[in-house]
Nanobody
């Protein structure tokens, strides 16, 4: 039922910038949090950034100061602004949406299809 659509992945030079977008069909009032994960070939998937319903954010140490996560409630979209990109940032980036359950004891997780970010050299 919940749709998650990602966009913005591209090839970019080291030191460049890129903005990823993630739009969801879920009501923002039903969302506990939205975030971004990434996975490089042969590597484990890792958390990049998260934004909670309160607006509080969380970042991986490797991207703190370079990446910024934000949310537009009217557009039901979360963004990941990436700056000072490094070759090690090359990965498939996945958007995650945590939707409230009736019990409130846990959230249902919904994933986008992933978008490729490649930082050359």
């Amino acid at each position: 039922q919940v749709q998650v659509v990602e966009s913005g992945g591209d090839l970019v030079q080291p030191g460049g910038s890129l903005r990823l977008s993630c739009a969801t069909s879920a009501s923002m009032l039903s969302i506990d949090a939205m975030g971004w994960y990434r996975q490089a070939p042969g590597k484990e998937r890792e958390l990049v950034a998260y934004i909670y319903a309160s607006g509080r954010t969380k970042y991986a140490d490797s991207v703190k100061g370079r990446f910024t996560i934000s949310r537009d409630d009217a557009k039901k979209t979360v963004y990941l602004q990436m700056s000072s990109l490094k070759p090690e940032d090359t990965a498939v980036y996945y958007c995650n949406v945590d939707v409230k359950t009736y019990s409130g004891r846990y959230s249902d997780r919904h994933w986008g299809q992933g978008t490729q970010v490649t930082v050359s050299s």
